[in-house]
């Protein structure tokens, strides 16, 4: 009998659920609704993104002599590869920092996933600077992300 109390009174998996460090690339192509993604530390892995529809866009400033325009951008990235999907919900401000480059600043955390990514969980910064002049976008994601138990 003490046996099996003592072995339910031990933690299963708590390894899986411990924080590990994650940089997440992400590589658009302006006319495109998507691009190609890759990641080092808690996941390594790449491959394909599209931007889910059903993003929120404002502007702030901007004419009539008030300061240059601040972007603000809420939506989803789904990024794909062969072990499943990864669901990244961003926020994001764009405040000007040249005639079409813009500084990124923002959040960004894990929405869902399938396959290898089903029980993921993470969250974290987005930093970049995006040039508008230019045919691509590339944006950093930093966080932690870990596997729910």
């Known amino acids: 009998m003490m046996l099996s109390a003592a072995?339910?009174?031990v933690p299963?998996?708590?390894?899986?659920?411990?924080p590990q460090d994650v940089t997440i690339t992400t590589h658009r192509i302006a006319a495109i609704p998507g691009g190609t993604w890759s990641a080092t530390g808690g996941i390594t892995d790449s491959g394909p993104f599209a931007?889910?529809?059903g993003g929120h866009f404002d502007a702030?400033?901007?004419p009539f002599g008030g300061p240059p325009?601040?972007?603000g951008l809420h939506f989803a990235n789904t990024l794909t590869s062969q072990n499943g999907t990864i669901t990244v919900e961003m926020q994001l401000l764009f405040t000007p920092a040249g005639s079409?480059?813009?500084?990124?600043?923002?959040?960004?955390l894990v929405d869902g996933g399938t396959g290898s990514y089903a029980t993921l969980l993470g969250e974290g910064r987005v930093t970049g600077l995006v040039d508008f002049g230019t045919p691509t976008r590339d944006i950093t994601l930093l966080g932690e992300v870990h596997y729910s138990p």
Do not use: R
């Not at 299963?12 to 411990?18: C, K, P, Q, R, Y």
């Not at 079409?100 to 960004?108: A, K």
């Open 7 to 9: 072995l339910i009174a």
């Open 12 to 18: 299963v998996s708590a390894a899986a659920a411990t």
């Open 51 to 53: 931007v889910d529809a």
């Open 60 to 62: 702030f400033g901007g």
């Open 69 to 71: 325009p601040v972007l």
């Open 100 to 108: 079409t480059v813009f500084d990124v600043q923002g959040s960004w």
